[in-house]
């Protein structure tokens, strides 16, 4: 079958080659090479800026209720206020600038699915590498509680915390990575299984390094790799969560909408016709998932080493 | 077989122990019931009795005891705002849930599965590459916000397909179905439609992948140089192997669509437990909430239970590596 | 009477189209085989003795594809044929057994479905009739109690017998031809023997030609009547198996015959042929083998052609010449 193999080799002959790159550099040509992760990437950039520069940007504090003027509510897309502020998206019923709306609720969406999916790594990827090192009791019991964890899916373990702990944004950050560590976890207790049985660690043994040296200096490196690619999928997801949550009304708060909650509140008033208080705020949505998923699918395939050619 | 049937069964049992564990404390530790229960307006003698008549005097390990007492009878107390028996208001919401779920299940699955066969079959074709970018749109919108759009265009727009609720419905087997009227049917679309667009994506994309996975492998060309037919080189031995992961996957995402109905529900004003639920979390109205939670363990546990047994029969090596 | 299969000047290329030229997997391959006869078709990995094969029954994967030469099977040009007339030749006429036979057999399909399709894709039969002869077939090739055997699952057999559950699929049409591609490589030298065993019976009784494609020059002196040495995609020795293997006139059949250990060179240094196989994508120009042979000159900077030298044929102007004692 080997001769099947010749298919990937160009037919280039052997030439001067340039000096090898460092692999960080080549990873991120390689990362480069995919029009669609390019676009993903620019665009996350700029969403990212969008959020951090917002109070900024915006035309209107969208959460200071002294800025809303209740005679400019429902308001259509282009329509000017009563003192020349042109409203490019519309308003709300509390006659708040979608605009501006979107642009800090972007801020509380990312924040939710940055915070959570880190933190949910860093726990996670703690009790895989813990569980791996220690293997006997330890590990199974973590396996387990990592096994029953993912038996349900994320949106009721969400529930299930957020029945426990009440509503609210910091408790969705809290029920998200009570429901998101466990995917780490297994990820990275598989990989670094698999490390752990190679020569170096088992040479770092004999040395009697300490555990902890091992474990972090020698099989955590190898396992950063899934994990970065998880935590950026997790991210997508967690704001995808959040939103959703947030539309249940299990989330922020009516006064200080995040994008899900805007989503919500434009809800009721879609029967009747004014989309727009839905519609904007689920465009960014959807563009910011749809760029860090791209992102995080290009990233899957150049961090992978078994796609290394 | 019978060995491992059981040892699965004490898996199960195991598994219910350790939610109702988790969900008793969540609730009755971390939160605090008598906040909950109890009028804040109430005076101490009320507060008294309403303390004594659940039983939050007595010591944490008898509470829970008298919960695993009750959960065994299926009695989670009466909901605060219905005055009804709990499991009884989320029973008589179920057929409404199963109904939706199933019919989106079958949406992902009628569109999913060839979608997918074909994407893999032929990756290289232009039709491809747009069912796969089209799955990654599936994967990346929000279903409630999708959800909302439908009811923007089919309802608001075009005025083709109703908004809120399940229609008339007919009685069958001793429960009410929507999908034997006709105007149920039209009540139902949207709504499955809309939670059936993640699961599309999921089965199509596994499907693909799966097809992929399997056309290089020698005994695919091997069946070819037996000189059998196309058709049932990709109807039987590539589906065979597909039904492997797509089986697992049916029965896990089955769970999680009456999970996510929560969302479809609250939408759609559809009668089902996702709204009940998301309705007592709002209200707090917790012997619904740990009903429901008890609920979904159990169902999920089953359904994990069904899919090892599914997964026996369909993979050979499964089954022998269970025998020896 | 003419070769039951006729191969001249095969070229199978990999990739290229739309006037660039792939990758020449095979190049300029011509040999016949006769009926009742078996060919061995020797060459290290990769140098295109598979494709070869997998060309002869147009199974190739893309982007491989045959560009150039002809196959006549029995009177038939397999390029002319179409999909379905292929398909009525594979495993009818033509069949194949593959080199790992853990990977040959669907493993969630028993042997008996696998057995029975086989039969059926040439034949309408009824099941019973094509289970039967799938029992009978097991039975040929040694396997015992046949009937348990197709209820089971492949992995429930260990290499060997799959490998005769392969062979047994193979002779189930008693096809004309049979290409077995290192067949007993992945195999214990003593079930290989076993398998070679019957495929000399094969032959023999059942006047079935067969092409060897193998690595092993052993299994071919014991095996073959007839050798065709390929390198690097192309032919660079054919004839009998008695001439070539005792006075080989390419130096690279030299240095494999010279590389294999034997007995009556017992304590000698093993002869290695210098050098690696060049890829296919680098050939060096002229004859490929230049880079490694001893006996390389500037003439070697053109790619000589087939000498023919009574029924035998090489690709060499230095070609070895046994000394006469």
Known sequence: MS?????????????????????????????????????????????????????????????????????????????ESMTGMVYYLGTDSQGRDILSG????????????????????????????????????????????VDLQLSFPTILMALMMLAILGKGVINVVIALIIAEWATYARTVRSTALVEREKEYVEAARMLRLPGWRILFKHLLPNCLAPVIVIATMQVARAIGLEATLSFLGLGASVTEPSLGMLISTGYQYLLTGLYWISFFPGIALLVTIVSINLVGDRLRDVLNPRNAS | ?????????????????????????????????????????????ERARVIAH???????????????????????GDSFVYGRPAL?????????????????????????????????????????????????????????????????????????????????TMEFLGVQWSFLTGEGLRHLLLPAFNLALFKTSLILRLTRAGVQEVLPQDY???????????????????FKNLMIPVVTIIGLEFGSLIAFSVVTESIFAWPGMGKLIIDSINLLDRPVIVAYLMMMVMLFVALNFIIDICYTILDPRVRLDAKA | MSALLQVSNLVTEFGGGRGRSGLKAVNDVSFSVDRGKVLGLVGESGSGKTVTGFSILRLLERPGRITGGRILFDGTDIANCSEEEMRNLRG????????????????????????VEAVQAHDKVSKDVARQRSRDALGLVGIPSPEERLAAYPHQFSGGMRQRVAIAIALLHQPDLIIADEPTTALDVTIQSQIIYEFQRLAEESNTAVIWITHDLAIVSRLADDIAVMYAGRLVETGPVG????????????????????????????????????????????????????????GCLIMPDLIPEEDRAFRCIHPVMKEVA
């Open chain 2, 88 to 168: 009884g208001l989320i029973l008589e919401r179920l057929p409404a849930t199963l109904e939706l779920a199933i019919t989106a299940l079958g949406i992902a699955l009628v569109v999913g599965l060839p979608l997918g066969l074909y994407a893999g079959l032929y990756p290289k074709r232009l039709s491809s590459k747009l069912i796969m970018s089209g799955s990654i749109l599936g994967f990346s919108l929000p279903t409630f916000w999708v959800g909302l759009m439908l009811i923007m265009v089919f309802s608001v727009e075009l005025g083709w397909l109703p908004t809120n609720g399940r229609g008339p």
């Open chain 1, 3 to 79: 001769e099947a193999n010749v298919q990937d080799q160009s037919v280039q002959p052997a030439s001067v080659e340039p000096p090898e790159p460092s692999r960080l550099s080549q990873g991120i040509a390689e990362f480069f090479k995919s029009p669609a992760a390019a676009i993903g990437f620019i665009m996350l950039v700029v969403i990212c800026c969008l959020a951090l520069f917002a109070p900024w940007i915006a035309p209107q504090n969208p959460y200071d209720l002294m800025q809303l003027d209740i005679m400019d509510g429902r308001l259509a897309p282009g329509s």
């Open chain 2, 220 to 238: 695919i060309k091997f069946a070819r140089a037996k000189g059998v037919r196309e058709s049932r080189i990709i109807g039987v031995h590539v």
């Open chain 2, 54 to 76: 659940y039983g939050l005097d007595q010591p944490i390990w008898k509470q829970y005891l008298m919960f695993l007492q009750g959960l065994l009878h299926g009695d989670f």
């Open chain 3, 92 to 115: 009818k006429r033509i069949a194949m057994v593959f080199q790992d036979p853990m990977m040959t057999l669907n493993p969630v399909l028993t042997i008996g479905t696998q057995m």
């Open chain 1, 102 to 145: 979107m642009l800090y609720g972007l801020r509380t969406s990312l924040m939710v699915g940055v915070l959570s999916a880190f933190a949910a790594a860093i726990i996670g990827t703690t009790a895989g590498l813990f569980a791996a090192y220690m293997g006997r009791r330890t590990e199974t019991v973590i396996m387990r509680l």
């Open chain 2, 1 to 45: 077989m019978v060995t491992s049937i059981i040892r699965r069964l004490f898996q199960a049992i195991f598994v219910i122990v350790a939610m109702t564990i988790i969900v008793f404390i969540g609730v009755n530790v971390i939160g605090n019931p008598v906040d909950i229960l109890i009028n804040p307006d109430a005076n101490q003698a």
């Open chain 3, 243 to 298: 001439e070539v293997l005792t006075d080989p006139r390419h130096p690279y059949t030299a240095g494999l015959i010279a590389s294999v250990p034997s007995q009556n060179r017992r304590g000698e240094p093993l002869h290695q042929i210098r050098g690696m196989t060049p890829a296919i994508n680098r050939l060096p120009q002229g004859c490929s083998f230049r880079t490694r042979c001893d006996r390389a000159t500037e």
